[in-house]
């Protein structure tokens, strides 16, 4: 297609008076609003938000009461977890029935098909918009939060941050550290049809945040 | 008190078919102290050919208007897009010609729409009307969106004695006159006029009032087509009421 | 030259069409509204991206190729393609080296601008849609009603019918377990497709990635789980940086349904890493022109093509909402349709389309990216009449002569108000018969009455009134 790419290019240039390697005008950098929130302050605003999204938050102290709450939501049934430090911080990755430790495609895929809950951590939360934001790494799989019907996100308190601002701020080029950045707002939905919401379209229909203090 | 010297630019609309509310408008600004003048060469701003894309036709009809009103302190307007049309898009019609643009921006500056003119010039909100009536106000779109008129006119409707000013919910969705357009898509036009009357009768006024003659008798139209006891009054009769 | 299709008359006079229509679009335009409330920047956002889309569009060959570059950097690899000719053959050619037949898409307008599933389709692909809308539109072999409401037309109960119809099942007209049924449906190809192809809702220059906003979830899967991801996307899309997002993100959303941000805002560059566990090993961006450095060519109309595909334009314009999206002639409707329609094709086309509108300007009031589309659309009317003589052309000229002359003018107004037939009680107009019951007059009757010229023109009336 190396026809084609000159073709559009010198199309492109043509049309709009410029030569190859011209470099562009110049461009003002990104103003980022920052926004003074103490994290306890932020914890409260991303429990309002992610409840208003239908996400059901849930505030805990310290680890042992994070895999607790986690092993009663369970109860039982099919998870994949994530390989995430903090997960196995707090004891989630050796719940009992629980499946972690992939590394392979196919079998992690295989295994979120069938499972009920996928559990993860999150490199960040947004905590005016009630977000997880999630980079993809050895650590962090995709199809963990996107395969199982219900969604569960344990996060420290300390990952909140307050807005998109503040995220961008800190990641200017999230290609540089994954293939992927997905920011998760709630649960998978749809109106298509007669503009009734529907949840869990594809993606997980309920989500959880659990939010460790 | 205010003072000073006001032209009249009726429009070919009120000139012709709505002349009551030319004469409505000069009773206003008369109490409010103004002298009047009515340059009688005046005809149309130039909006029906430009809007139908022919710029060349507009372009002579702009040419006599600037021509017209060359001396004019103050020129007053009982329209939105007929003032928009001046002070918005005169600079468009001139696009190749810049001394004409520079004489179309030196006169649209002194261009007025009528309620506009009230409230931001004369700088009255009250100009002792009273007219017994419920009363809907529907927001012509260039008027809206081009002059930014919004508040004006309901402050000026609330201050009347004997008015009551109900909103209705399309207050701000087109009447669906748009020129020629009501000829060329007639269906579209109609239905929307009608979404509009629906909108006005829900909120059971008698009145519905605008500062466009062209969208009054758009809905009068329609108004009329469907027998309702619906009165259509431009702002200016109403300010005039005593 | 001014008629506009049958079908709009049809929909006009359709009560359960016009119902649906008004409050689909009554609805997105609360939820837009109320979720830009309370963002005190918002006019201030808006500019912002007006500005950097002006500015990419502008040295869009230094972007292009940064993109390019940063794209190959991470492990894909960027494909330009002139049509979309060139663009099913990139992915056929590709499908038959890796043996792929099945593929799965996520919501792209480009792609349909292409017709691109007739063409995979007739070579042997199976290209299923993903996006519940318009995978019951592929069913039923429809085009989209809306941009960001693709089904805003059917009703749960021609869903039932279809489902039965095309996939066996018993009829169903619960809406939700209509959409589980999709879901199962929709699962197995998502893990069994060889390919997934999306389009993009930007494209990040200094990144090389592409971004991907949707409520539902099938894009992250289409872009997640098939081996081979393809993104194909207008060159239109491109902007400089990822910290651009900060401003584009909060209109988006807000401006399409009212959402903050959608539920899944996936961020995406080249295949996956090293020791990432899923992502696709493959990566593809296909560049698309199709007409757009056309566009780009004139000074004016690329302001079209900083358009972001909200939908906002569409939701508050009252010609769209009283007559859909099928009765625009291409696959963009709405404002934006009306302008890039002609701006594509040609203005000669559809003459009519550009004059399919009242110049209401509340599309320009909630563009986020501040296209001035009732400009576009009087200079495409200048277009259109100019380039033909006519017998409107020769009205307007005897308009603007008789504008010229004062005089002329009180003189016709005053000949028009003795020869109208009036109604007995003076009243306006119903019916007008003979040779006076023509063109304009005769449409405009056709919805409503017509006042008579005054029998005393303000003119007159002033010289009476002694000042």
């Avoid at chain 1, 026809?3 to 492109?12: E, P």
């Avoid at chain 2, 060329?184 to 008698?206: C, L, N, Q």
């Avoid at chain 2, 009032?209 to 200016?236: F, N």
């Avoid at chain 3, 302008?339 to 986020?368: K, N, R, Y």
Wanted: contains cysteine; neutral net charge.
């Amino acid at each position: 297609m190396s026809d084609s790419r000159t073709d559009i290019l010198d199309r492109v240039r043509a049309a709009l008076g410029r030569k190859p390697g011209q470099p562009p005008q110049p461009l003002p950098p990104t103003v980022f609003q920052t926004r003074n929130l103490p994290t306890p302050e932020r914890v409260e605003l991303f429990v309002q938000q992610f409840a208003k999204l239908n996400g059901k938050p849930v505030r805990v102290r310290g680890c042992a009461e994070a895999c607790s709450v986690v092993r009663d939501l369970i109860n039982g049934k099919t998870a994949v977890v994530s390989n995430a430090p903090f997960l196995r911080e707090c004891g989630i990755t050796d719940l009992a029935g629980v499946q972690t430790g992939f590394t392979a495609r196919d079998e992690l895929s295989a295994a979120c098909a069938t499972a009920d809950f996928g559990i993860t951590s999150a490199d960040f939360a947004l905590a005016d918009t009630g977000t997880f934001v999630m980079l993809s790494s050895p650590k962090e799989a995709r199809l963990i939060s996107l395969l199982p019907p219900v969604h569960i996100g344990v996060i420290p308190a300390n990952s909140l941050l307050p807005n998109l601002d503040e995220l961008f701020s800190r990641v200017p080029k999230p290609a540089d550290l994954s293939s992927s950045m997905v920011l998760i707002t709630g649960p998978s939905r749809t109106a298509d049809i007669e503009q009734i919401l529907v949840r869990g379209v594809h993606g997980p229909g309920e989500i959880y945040a659990i939010i460790v203090e | 008190m205010p003072s000073g010297r006001v032209s009249l630019f009726v429009t070919c609309i009120v000139d012709q078919v709505f002349p009551k509310v030319g004469l409505a408008m000069a009773d206003v600004l008369e109490r409010a102290g103004y002298q009047l003048d009515f340059p009688p060469a005046q005809t149309c701003c130039g909006q029906p050919a430009f809007n139908s894309g022919y710029r060349e036709s507009s372009r002579e009809v702009a040419r006599h208007f600037l021509d017209v009103f060359r001396d004019s302190e103050y020129i007053v307007v009982p329209s939105g897009s007929c003032t928009a049309m001046i002070s918005h898009h005169y600079d468009d019609i001139f696009e190749n010609d810049p001394d004409m643009r520079k004489r179309a921006s030196e006169i649209g500056a002194r261009v007025y729409e009528f309620s506009q003119f009230l409230t931001e010039v004369a700088k009255v909100d009250d100009v002792g009307a009273r007219y017994d009536a419920t009363v809907t106000y529907h927001d012509s779109c260039h008027a809206l969106r081009e002059l930014k008129i919004k508040d004006g006119p309901r402050r000026l409707l609330a201050n009347v004695k004997g008015l009551t000013l109900l909103e209705m919910e399309a207050a701000q969705e087109c009447c669906g006159f748009g020129g020629t357009f009501s000829v060329k898509f007639p269906e579209i036009s109609g239905a929307m006029a009608r979404t509009k009357m629906d909108s006005i009768v829900k909120t059971g006024a008698s009145t519905v009032v605008s500062i466009d003659s062209s969208c009054l008798m758009q809905l009068e139209g329609a108004i009329r087509r469907a027998g309702l006891p619906i009165r259509t009054m431009h702002l200016a009769e109403v300010l005039a009421s005593r | 030259m001014n008629t506009a299709p049958i079908k709009i008359r049809e929909t006009v006079a359709d009560p359960n069409l016009q119902k649906a229509i008004y409050t689909a679009t009554g609805r997105l335009m609360a939820h837009r509204a109320g979720s830009v409330a309370p963002l005190a920047d918002y006019q201030d956002l808006r500019t912002a991206a007006h500005e950097l889309k002006r500015h990419t569009i502008e040295n869009l060959d230094y972007y292009l190729e940064e993109f390019e570059r940063n794209v190959i950097a991470h492990g894909g690899e960027v494909v330009f393609c002139n049509d979309g000719v060139e663009v099913a053959d990139f992915i056929l050619d590709l499908a038959g080296k890796r043996g792929a037949h099945l593929i799965v898409k996520s919501k792209s307008m480009t792609t349909e601008e292409i017709d691109l599933n007739e063409r995979l389709e007739r070579h042997g692909m199976e290209s299923v849609e993903t996006d519940l809308g318009e995978y019951i539109l592929q069913l039923m072999h429809q085009r989209p009603y809306h941009i960001v409401a693709p089904a805003l037309h059917l009703t749960r109960y021609q869903v039932a019918d279809l489902f039965t119809e095309k996939l066996g099942v018993e009829n169903e007209v619960v809406i939700e377990k209509q959409t589980k049924i999709a879901r199962a449906v929709l699962r197995e190809k998502f893990l069994a497709a060889d390919i997934g192809i999306s389009g993009a809702n930007f494209l990040i220059a200094d990144s090389g990635a592409v971004v991907v906003v949707e409520n539902e979830g099938n894009a992250r899967l289409s872009t997640s789980a098939p081996k081979i991801h393809i993104a194909i996307a207008g060159i239109e899309k491109l902007i400089p940086r990822a910290t651009d997002l900060n401003v584009f993100l909060k209109l988006l959303g807000r401006s399409a349904t009212g959402q903050a941000l959608t539920v899944y805002t996936s961020f995406l560059s080249g295949p996956r890493r090293e020791g990432e566990i899923d992502g696709p090993e493959e990566f593809y961006v296909v560049l698309l022109d199709s007409g757009r450095t056309k566009l780009l060519a004139n000074a004016e109309k690329r302001e079209s093509l900083f358009c972001i595909r909200c939908g906002a334009c569409l939701n508050h314009c009252p010609v769209y909402r009283k007559i859909g999206g099928h009765n625009y002639p291409w696959i963009y409707s709405g404002p934006i349709g009306k302008i890039i329609t002609p701006q594509f094709h040609g203005v000669m086309q559809d003459p009519w389309l550009p004059f399919a509108s009242s110049l209401c300007g509340a599309c320009a009031e909630v563009c986020p990216v501040k296209i001035d589309i009732p400009r576009q659309l009087l200079q495409l009317r200048a277009e259109i009449s100019e380039s033909k003589s006519s017998t409107e052309r020769r009205a307007f000229g005897m308009y603007a002569w008789l504008m010229r002359h004062p005089r002329l003018f009180a003189l016709s107004g005053k000949l028009g108000s003795i020869f109208t037939p009036r109604p007995k009680n003076a009243g306006w107009i119903r019916h007008l018969h003979g040779f006076i019951s023509v063109g304009p007059l005769k449409k405009w009757l056709q919805e409503r009455d017509l006042p008579p010229p005054a029998k005393k023109s303000f003119h007159d009336l002033w010289k009476e009134r002694g000042k």
